[in-house]
């Protein structure tokens, strides 16, 4: 592995695969991608086993075209709907064990940091809240402590879609689904409280209902986490199986509890403030 980025000579690009091709000439690898641009580039997603109208397939296609430079980029995941649209991204994936999501993410993260010392290397966190409020919890908690570089997105579908409707963390408190017929008995977990506690640089909460919010959010989380610390995006990803809610009504759905309960949160450390303050002062210079 070189340690710097490489450039395909011209009169040897026709030679490489067609996608890679495709994702350099007509796809994000090597430029920034605007939201306005969605559906005329090559993405790095662009087929999924995911459900019918599911907000969460909708949402990571939208943060993994919104990530700075995903050439430069490994996803972290573990068991859950959403590995199953990350898996086939034109990223590497690392599949983590249900628990330990953060604890390869850190490994992977202080890796590349000695490997490639002069190229930003992200390491991004993608999974649902079971495998990061319950499951993983720990290894989450311990990673924010100790100020690990590296940006954990939850993907809180409130249940365990992919497991048949158990309840989870992120369940509010007495919703009803398959299998917690009598339902929750204890209030959701303050995951947002929590990563204040543990002085996250970068804290945010938001639906899939506003694009242009995700794409800003998710490249603030991945460029904070790069220098100045751990980064947490929560986001509402609704189940449709699980609460029964029509395809083409998902979004409807996502407005209603934004409006209700999930109203757009952003927290940043005065830190990460002035870091994001300095690289936009760069980039119009």
């Known amino acids: 592995m070189a340690l710097r ?5 011209p009169g040897f690009m026709r030679f490489m695969p067609k996608e890679y091709q495709d994702l350099v000439e007509k ?34 296609r939208l943060s993994l075209a919104a990530l700075p430079n995903p050439e430069h980029t490994v996803m972290v995941g573990t068991a859950g709907c959403g590995r199953l649209a990350i898996s086939q991204a034109a990223i590497p994936f690392v599949y983590g064990n249900y628990c330990d999501t953060n604890g390869v993410a850190t490994g992977l993260k202080r890796g590349l940091q ?16 079971g495998g990061l409020s319950d499951i993983g919890f720990s290894q989450v908690m311990h990673s924010w402590f100790r100020k690990e570089k590296f940006t954990t997105i939850m993907l809180d579908n409130e249940v365990y879609g992919n497991t048949g409707g158990q309840e ?3 369940t509010r408190k007495g919703e009803v689904v398959k299998m917690a017929p009598l339902g929750k008995q204890f209030e959701k977990i303050d995951m947002l409280g929590l990563a204040q506690t543990s002085g996250v640089a970068y804290i945010a909460r938001l639906t899939p209902t506003n694009p242009s919010r995700v794409f800003s959010t998710i490249r603030k989380a991945v460029l904070i986490a790069r220098e100045v610390g751990p ?41 990460a403030k002035a870091y994001l303050e300095r690289i936009d002062a760069e980039s119009k210079a």
């Open 168 to 170: 989870s963390g992120m």
């Open 231 to 271: 980064t947490y995006v929560q986001a509402y990803t609704s189940c449709n199986i699980e609460y029964s809610i029509a395809p083409e009504k998902v979004l409807d759905d996502a407005r209603q509890v934004e409006k209700e309960r999930y109203g757009f949160v952003e927290i940043m450390s005065d830190e």
């Open 27 to 60: 796809g994000p690898f090597g430029r920034q991608i605007k939201v306005t641009d969605l559906g005329t580039f090559k993405e790095v997603l662009e087929e999924h086993p995911m459900c019918e109208g599911c907000a969460m397939a909708f949402f990571i």
């Open 5 to 9: 980025t490489l450039n395909v000579a």
């Open 114 to 129: 000695i490997r490639f010392p002069g190229q930003h290397k992200d390491v991004v966190v993608m999974a649902g809240d």
